[in-house]
């Protein structure tokens, strides 16, 4: 959407008209009247800066354009419609009744593509990264969470991949981006998408902001820039987005440094309508021992620590989290097999790397329904 035009177009209509005027008379009379063509020459000349300087201005504008997620297909389809209906129709009351229903037709168009569906559902989404993780968390009254954003592939699609899942949603801002840990394929998105779509806070742990890794401490100024609150958390803090929704984080605990990055990983335990979901980030070794030393009940949808990895599934782990689904983001095409070594029926496992991106719907009832993008 353009805002800009419906007002610059006011101003820039009668200007090149003008200008399309000037430039007849010094083709018709330049090489007729002396000095005609000179005279003519430089009042378009001077005409035309003005017209680019007033469009070059207005694209650099707040106004020039807005991203919005597109309206529904049907919409098209009838608006072009009764649009063609009023380019073909001769009677005149008929014509304005079709003007008045396409303007109709028009706003509420818009009107449902910028005001996002409540459906009372929560939905998970474990898009697919590739070797990375970017999982959409959408809670029941619309507010949404993305937790980590990052690829070793190409940082700019999975950017827009990310903006395209939420506006599939009508969803056009995040409230809340959390990173598990300083590893390239879970924030290198991060910095691309923040100017791609409105995000409220940057949520990661002290040992994010490590000096060794410029990286981050650029994608927290990054961050701090465009008006996002950074806050830092650790185990026992809870995020608070929907009444009906308990986001709370595991992992770390106040004090714990574990020797890598994985062990650092942010985990958060979401729980609605009695389902409990885990998302681990890389979580292994004496991170994920110093979580399974806690207590929390069976899980119901676990997100597969470090894109499934065998030592971060060990069989320890599947016993402590007793999951009904596992989700691997990303993964090798052995992962699935060696997961199962781990994971004994009837737990589920599925992988990005094999179906696509892998959507969660949770009713207010506790029921869980799990599609894939590739059947």
């Known amino acids: 959407m353009a805002p800009v035009g419906l007002l610059i177009n006011v101003v820039m209509i009668p200007l090149v008209g003008l200008a399309l005027w000037l430039g007849v008379a010094m083709l018709a009379l330049g090489g007729w009247v002396p000095g005609a063509g000179f005279v003519f020459g430089m009042l378009l000349d001077g005409l035309l800066r003005l017209v680019l300087a007033i469009a070059s201005t207005s694209a650099a504008g707040p106004l020039a354009f807005v991203e919005t997620p597109g309206p529904p297909t049907a919409w098209l389809v009838l608006c072009y419609g009764v649009?063609?209906?009023?380019?073909?129709?001769?009677?005149?009351?008929l014509r304005s009744l079709c003007l008045v229903s396409w303007a109709a037709i028009l706003t509420a168009g818009l009107a449902t593509a910028l005001s996002p569906p409540i459906d009372g559902t929560l939905q998970l989404v474990v898009l697919d990264a590739g070797?990375?993780?970017?999982?959409?968390?959408?809670?029941p009254n619309g507010r949404t969470l993305l937790f980590d954003a990052g690829t070793l592939g190409d940082p700019d699609r999975l950017a827009e991949t990310i903006r395209d899942a939420a506006w599939s949603r009508r969803r056009r801002r995040i409230d809340?981006?959390?990173?598990?840990?300083?590893?390239?394929?879970?924030?290198?998105?991060?910095?691309?998408?923040?100017?791609?779509?409105?995000?409220?806070?940057?949520?990661?742990?002290?040992?994010?902001?490590?000096?060794?890794?410029?990286?981050?401490?650029?994608?927290?100024?990054?961050?701090?820039?465009?008006?996002?609150?950074?806050?830092?958390?650790?185990?026992?803090?809870?995020?608070?987005?929907?009444?009906?929704v308990a986001i709370t984080v595991r992992h770390p605990p106040v004090g714990f440094a574990g020797s890598s990055d994985n062990s650092n990983s942010v985990v958060l335990e979401i729980v609605f309508a009695g389902v409990r979901i885990l998302l681990t980030g890389d979580l292994e070794n004496e991170g994920q021992g110093q979580l399974m030393s806690t207590r929390?009940?069976?899980?119901?949808?676990?997100?597969?620590?470090?894109?499934?990895?065998?030592?971060?599934?060990?069989?320890?782990?599947?016993?402590?989290?007793?999951?009904?689904?596992?989700?691997?983001?990303?993964?090798?095409?052995?992962?699935?097999?060696?997961?199962?070594?781990?994971?004994?029926?009837?737990?589920?496992?599925?992988?990005?790397?094999?179906?696509?991106?892998?959507?969660?719907?949770v009713s207010s009832g506790g029921e869980i329904k799990v599609t894939t993008a590739t059947p």
Request: hydrophobic share 40%; charged share 20%; glycine share 8%.
């Open 296 to 361: 929390m009940g069976d899980v119901d949808i676990l997100l597969s620590p470090h894109h499934g990895s065998p030592p971060a599934n060990r069989r320890d782990w599947a016993e402590w989290t007793r999951p009904r689904w596992v989700l691997v983001s990303g993964g090798r095409s052995t992962t699935g097999a060696q997961l199962r070594k781990s994971y004994l029926r009837p737990t589920k496992i599925l992988s990005t790397r094999g179906c696509g991106a892998i959507e969660v719907t």
């Open 176 to 244: 809340a981006l959390v990173l598990s840990h300083a590893d390239r394929d879970h924030f290198s998105a991060a910095p691309r998408l923040i100017p791609l779509m409105g995000i409220g806070s940057l949520v990661t742990s002290c040992t994010f902001l490590n000096p060794h890794q410029p990286e981050t401490l650029d994608l927290c100024t990054d961050a701090a820039t465009a008006g996002m609150a950074i806050e830092l958390v650790v185990a026992g803090d809870r995020l608070r987005l929907d009444p009906a």
């Open 83 to 93: 649009l063609a209906m009023v380019a073909a129709c001769r009677n005149r009351r």
């Open 131 to 139: 070797h990375g993780g970017a999982m959409l968390l959408e809670c």
